[in-house]
């Protein structure tokens, strides 16, 4: 079976938008600002945004804060008239998905489901935002599983009943560019995904 470019899928929405001058408004889920950096480049220019914060792995709950606030931060400086709507820090849905997997790698089975439910409650924010689209910015990241993100937005827009946009951040440099616009922005580059098992991984690589 031919592997799919998420890539391309994204140039290719974005060319038939700029032909159609049509601007659809898209809830885009954030990890954190790094990763919303060069996504935000990518897509302001042909979505009204809504940024939606909504990572229960983040831990401890100073660290969700403090990203939530280099977030706005980003969006401020940047000069984009976006609102950003958090979800209040509760890990307690996390640490439930992530029982009997705690010592897993990341992109194996817990990452898989956390992914899996921020992206749904992402759906779910689209619809009652009455929002056209919803993504993620976590396509940016080379550790993370980009056909896995995508396949599991296509079936929860199923559900949802709101358009997935395909991604593939990582593409024409985009990670690059995210570092460039992190050391431009002074941003705060964590060292690990989230989550206590992946900051326990990073620490044990140092």
């Known amino acids: 079976m031919e592997k799919v470019s998420y890539g391309r899928l994204l140039d290719e ?24 950096s060069h996504t935000l480049t990518v ?14 792995n983040i831990a401890p709950e100073s660290e969700f804060d403090f990203r939530l606030s280099e977030l706005k931060r980003l969006v401020r400086e940047m000069g984009m008239d976006i609102p950003v709507i958090e ?7 996390f640490y439930e998905l992530a029982k009997g997997l705690e010592d897993l790698p990341e992109r194996g089975e817990r990452c898989r489901r ?47 009943g709101v358009e997935y946009l395909f991604s593939d951040f990582k593409k024409h440099d985009g990670y690059k560019h995210s570092i460039e616009l992190s ?3 002074d941003l705060y580059r964590q060292n690990y995904c989230g989550c206590v098992y992946s900051k326990k991984a990073a620490g044990e690589r140092e």
């Not at 897509?43 to 229960?56: A, T």
């Not at 956390?114 to 759906?123: D, E, N, Q, Y």
């Open 13 to 36: 929405k974005l060319a038939e938008l700029e032909r159609s001058g049509a601007r659809p408004k898209l809830l885009l889920h954030a990890c954190c600002a790094p990763c919303s």
């Open 43 to 56: 897509l302001h220019s042909r979505f009204d945004i809504v940024l939606y914060f909504c990572n229960p």
């Open 87 to 93: 979800e209040p820090y509760d890990p307690k849905p």
């Open 114 to 160: 956390c992914i899996g439910f921020r992206l749904k409650m992402a759906g779910a924010k689209a619809r009652e935002l009455g929002c056209d689209m919803f993504t993620t910015t976590l396509t940016i990241s080379p550790h993370k599983d980009c056909t896995f993100i995508n396949e599991c937005g296509a079936e929860i827009s199923a559900e949802c």
């Open 183 to 185: 050391r431009q922005y």
